[in-house]
C-alpha cells in the first residue's frame, strides 16, 4: 500500500550494535525460541543467522536482494542503496536499518520487530519515494535467504493446503526436503481454481532437521493478496524466498512522491519437537500477536453457531424468527443468518417479501433470547439491481470499479456477482460506508464477508496499480465474475488487499467486540493477514463430518483453533452414534451447525442440547487455551483418527476419537503427547464406551490410550485429568 507513514517508535535505545573496521553494524534480536543476527553492511542489510537456543545455527551466505533499479518516464535507472547509521535503530525488540539512495532520492527501512517473549519475529521492507517525480518499482521480495547446509543432512519440508472448495486426500505435506528439490507454493484468495494446478497452501513454510530434537524453522507471510513461497536445495544450500508472488511478471507498482511501498510482512521463528512443537508456540503467537484482543475477551469465544443456510436461499421472516426459538432452547450463542435475505446481489437491502419488517427486527428478537446475530454479505460484489442504494454494474458511476467492460448479456448468479476493485479509492469509500451501514442498521454482532473480494486481476489502465500488458492478458468468466490474468494481478490484489484492511481495521475501531468470520467461498482465505483483521475462518466449503475434520486436521497446524470453523451440514445418521460422530467432527474448534434442527427427532435433539453443552462448559476452554497435538495420520474416513488437546496449567485435556467406516477394527490406540512419564492421569471416557480408569503418562505415550468403539461411523471423547 502507498502510505504516508509517520514512525511510531515508542522506545528508542541507542543503536547498542558493535561496528567493525569494515563499516559494518550487527544487532541481535531474540525470543525463548528464536535467535537472530542482523548485519548492516554498506549497500545492503543481512539475516546472519537464525539459531534455535541450544542448537547449531543456520547460517545465511546472502544479502537482502535490494531492488537494483526503478522505473522512471518507462526508463531504468539504476539505484545505489547505501547504509544510513545515524537514521537506523537498534533496540530490544526492533531493529531497523535504512539504506539511502541519492538519484532518485529513495529511502529503504529494513525492519526486524518480536512482538511477544515466545515465538517468531516479523520483518518489513519499506520504500519511501522521497523525490518529486513517480516512479515504478519492480518486485522486492519480502525475505531472501540462502542458508549454507550441510549436503549430507537430512532435511523435511512441510507445507499445509488451504482447505478450499473439498480438502484434498493429503493436505499436510511433510517432504523429504533432498538435493534438487526446487518448490513453489503460492496463495490467493482464489485457492483450487483449476485442477490443473497445484493446490494453494496457507502461506507458510517448515523445515526441521530430521533428528531427535526435531529442530528448524518456519516462516510464513501476513498477507491475504498473491503471495509465494519457494525453496531450492542445492549442494551445500538451501535457498529460500517471501514475499508477493512475481507471476505472472514483470511485477511493477508505482510509487509517487511521498508515498511507501509496503513488502508483506513475514515472520521467521525456530522451533523444537518437530510439526506439533511448531504449532503450539506459534498458535498461541498468532492468538497473542495477530488476534482481536476484544475477541479474545470474551469467555465464550469461540461461539456456537446457528446458521440458516441448512434451509438454503428460502429464509424468511418466520423461518428466522423459528430458528431464533430453536437455537436458544438448544444453548446456541449466534444466529446467523447466510445468503438469501438481500433484495439482489449488490443490493444489501433485504427483501422485502422474505423480511417485511426488516433485519434490525430479526436481530433484535435475537437479542431479546440472549443470542448473537450475524449476517452473510457479498459487499465486493455488483449485480443489476436498479434500487436506491444498489451497486449496479451497469451505473455510470461505478462502471469502472468493475474489472474490465461487462458483456451486455452478463448477469448476476443468485448470490455472487461481479467483484469491483477495491484498490480503486471511490470503490473503496463506498465499501466502506455499505460495510459501515450493514452492521449499524442491522444490528449486526458479526459479519461474515463471502464472494471474492479481492480482484483477480484488473484490465484498467486509469486505476492507482499497474496497467495490464496488452499482450499478454487473458480475461475469462467464473461463478459468475469476470476475470484478468496479466502481469498486473498481483499489483492489483496488493491495493485491493490494503483497501479491505482498511476498511476492516476502521470497522474494528469503531465497532469494538464486532466479529469478522472470513469466509471467501469457504476456506480460499486463509492466512495470517485475514488473520489478523478477522476472527474466525471458515476453513473448508464441504461440510461432511470427514471433510470437516481433514480442514481442521491441515489448518490447526498454524492457526489457533478457536478461529478455524466447521459448518456441521445434514448428514446421514441413522444410528445416534453416527449423529455426535457427525456433530463432534465439527466441535475441535469454532462450531456452527448448519441444519434446520426443526427437522431433528426428539433424541437427536436432546444429544445435540448435551453436546452443546458439553462444548461450552468443558471443550472450549481447551480448545482456546491447550496445547494441540496431532496423534494420528490425517483422517481418511475409512482408518481411525484422534487430535489431543492438553492444558498444562489446567494438567487436563481432552481427545476426541474418530472410528471411520472400517468394520474390522474394533479397537485403537494413540500414542499420546505432551503428558509426563511419570504422573498418573485419570481417563474419563464421556459416553462409557468402556470403564473409567487411571493409568500412567508411561503408558499413554508409549502403548497409547485404547479406544474400543464397535460401530463405523461413532466417536468417544476422552478426558484426561492429572491425579495425584
Ligand atoms: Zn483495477
Known sequence: ????????????????????????????????????????????????????????????????????????????????????????????????????????????????????????????????????????IPMQDSLAFNWQVDPQQPLEHSFV???????????????????????TGTSSTYGDLSDSEPREIIPWSLVQRRDAAQTGWYAGIEFSGRTRIALTRDKDTLQGVLGLNPDPSPFKTRLAPGEVFETPV????????????????????????????????????PLVVNNSWGGGMDVDEQVALRMIRDSAELGVEMFHVDAGWFRGVGDWYPNPQKFPHGLAVIADDAHKHGLKFGLWVDWTQAGLSTEPGALNARDPRVHDWMVTDLPADWKPEPFKGQTIDLGVPEAKQWAQHEVERIVTDYHLDM???????????????????????????????????????????TDVSYHAVHAYYDIYSKMRRDHPGLLFEICNDGGRMVDFGSASHGDYFSIT??????????????????????????YVEKWPTPRIENFRYMLRSGMMGWLTIMIDTNAWSPEQRSEAKREIDLYKNELRPL???????HVSPRPDGVHWDAMEYWDPDRQRGVVYAFHGTVEGEKTHSFPLNGL??????????????????????????KQGLKVTLPLPDSSELIFIEATP
Open 1 to 136: 500500500m502507498m502510505r504516508t507513514i509517520g514512525i511510531p517508535w515508542l522506545t528508542l535505545l541507542h543503536l547498542a550494535c558493535c561496528a567493525s573496521a569494515l563499516g559494518q553494524t550487527s544487532a541481535h534480536l531474540q525470543t525463548s525460541d528464536t535467535e537472530l543476527v542482523l548485519e548492516a553492511g554498506s549497500a545492503a542489510p543481512r539475516l546472519v543467522n537464525l539459531k534455535v537456543p541450544g542448537q547449531p545455527p543456520w547460517e545465511n551466505r546472502g544479502s537482502e536482494g535490494l531492488i537494483a533499479f526503478v522505473d522512471i518516464s518507462d526508463k531504468p535507472t539504476p539505484l545505489h542503496w547505501s547504509f544510513n547509521r545515524e537514521a537506523s535503530q537498534s533496540g530490544n525488540d526492533r531493529v531497523t536499518f535504512v539504506y539511502d539512495c541519492a538519484s532518485p532520492h529513495l529511502r529503504l527501512t529494513w525492519e526486524w520487530r518480536s512482538r511477544q517473549s515466545y515465538g517468531p519475529v516479523e520483518h518489513q521492507i519499506r520504500i519511501e519515494n522521497l523525490d518529486n517525480q513517480e516512479i515504478w
Open 161 to 183: 493446503e488451504k482447505g478450499a472448495n473439498t480438502p484434498s486426500p493429503l493436505g499436510t505435506h511433510q517432504v523429504p526436503l533432498v538435493e534438487g528439490y526446487h518448490w
Open 266 to 301: 513475514v515472520f521467521l521463528g525456530g522451533f523444537r519437537d518437530g510439526l506439533d512443537g511448531a504449532g503450539n508456540v506459534l498458535r498461541r503467537w498468532v492468538r497473542a500477536v495477530l488476534g482481536n484482543p476484544e475477541t479474545w475477551k470474551n469467555p465464550n469465544y
Open 447 to 489: 459479519l461474515e464477508h463471502d464472494g471474492y473480494l479481492v480482484a483477480h486481476g484488473c484490465d484498467r489502465t486509469d486505476h492507482p496499480h499497474a496497467a495490464p500488458d496488452p499482450l499478454n492478458k487473458c480475461i475469462y468468466k467464473s461463478w459468475g465474475s469476470y476475470w484478468v490474468d496479466s502481469s498486473n494481478s
Open 541 to 566: 466449503d464441504t461440510y461432511d463430518p470427514l471433510s470437516n475434520r481433514r480442514a481442521f486436521y491441515d489448518t490447526s497446524h498454524l492457526l489457533p483453533s478457536a478461529m478455524l470453523e466447521s
Open 623 to 629: 480448545i482456546r487455551d491447550a496445547n494441540l497435538y
Open 676 to 701: 509426563q512419564p511419570s504422573e498418573r492421569y485419570r481417563l474419563r471416557f464421556y459416553d462409557h464406551s468402556v470403564l473409567d480408569r487411571t493409568v500412567t503418562g508411561r503408558e499413554l505415550m
